[in-house]
């Protein structure tokens, strides 16, 4: 399976790819069910805000990047804080849409076989729907508080269950041939007690828990504190947009 996976990656891309993009297409499907807008300009404004956050988390993924001190392969980013805020403003399924578009866009230029964006899709549809659905029923200070709260652990839940049962094991087979010692041996050289009988634990403890921790906190802050500004101006554009449109349809009426 690992052979097959690394001689034919381009086929590996374009699949995952096209799963992203049905994805999209039933986030979508849903949104208009569940989040539908109002009036035409209602929508557009919201696809309008989907695809400039999305446009926002693309470069914060691909380019600022991070390296974790102990396990440098593995990259601090915040392009979640656009989800977040996205999953805020519009609802769960908008922020979960934010991940797909940049998962989506971000593949071909995956450097691990696609490992590390599986990894982040899971992660960010878990924390953007765990924080944007109980900041649905709470529109506080308190509440986003709370949301973001409750996102972060469900983060850290998330990013262990997937590292141990899945992502792990995927990494050793693409990009060590299900060779073992390999994948030891490079976290060996940042940490010299791991060995084949103990680095999945500590692999876990050491980098794991300690780098989503950090992540997790970081993006947290940044969308607490720069939701309210964003939302204000996104309520003021809606309100502009509104009143242009009443004078236009009361121009009309007098014509």
């Not at 109980?134 to 308190?142: F, Q, S």
């Not at 007690?193 to 680095?199: T, V």
């Not at 876990?204 to 993006?219: D, K, M, R, S």
Request: proline content about 3%; overall charge positive; some cysteine.
């Amino acid at each position: 399976m690992g052979e097959f996976l690394r001689n034919h990656l381009t086929l590996v891309k374009i699949l995952f790819v096209v799963l992203i993009v049905v994805l999209i297409f039933v986030a979508i499907f849903i949104a208009k069910k569940l989040e539908g807008a109002k009036t035409r300009s209602e929508k557009i404004k919201k696809y309008v805000a989907i695809a400039i956050f999305s446009g926002l988390s693309v470069p914060l993924y691909l380019f600022a990047k991070i390296p974790f001190p102990i396990f440098t392969f593995l990259k601090i980013q915040f392009s979640i804080v656009p989800a977040y805020i996205i999953g805020f403003l519009l609802g769960p399924t908008s922020g979960a849409l934010v991940i797909l578009i940049r998962t989506a866009i971000c593949i071909p230029f995956t450097k691990n076989m696609c490992v590390g964006e599986l990894a982040d899709l899971f992660i960010g549809l878990t924390a953007t729907l765990t924080s944007s659905v109980i900041y649905l029923k709470h529109r506080t200070k308190g509440g986003a508080a709370i949301s973001l709260v409750f996102s972060s652990v469900a983060w850290l839940i998330t990013a262990v269950v997937a590292n141990i049962v899945l992502l792990l094991p995927f990494y050793i087979k693409l990009m060590f041939n299900d060779n073992l010692a390999g994948f030891v041996s490079m976290l060996s050289s940042s940490v010299s007690s791991i060995n084949e009988e103990n680095y999945m634990l500590m692999y876990v403890l050491i980098g794991v828990i300690p780098f989503n921790l950090i992540v997790t906190v970081a993006c947290s802050v940044i969308t607490f504190i720069v939701y309210k500004s964003i939302s204000k101006l996104y309520r003021n554009i809606a309100t502009d947009n509104k009143r242009s449109e009443e004078n236009l349809d009361n121009s009309s009426e007098k014509e």
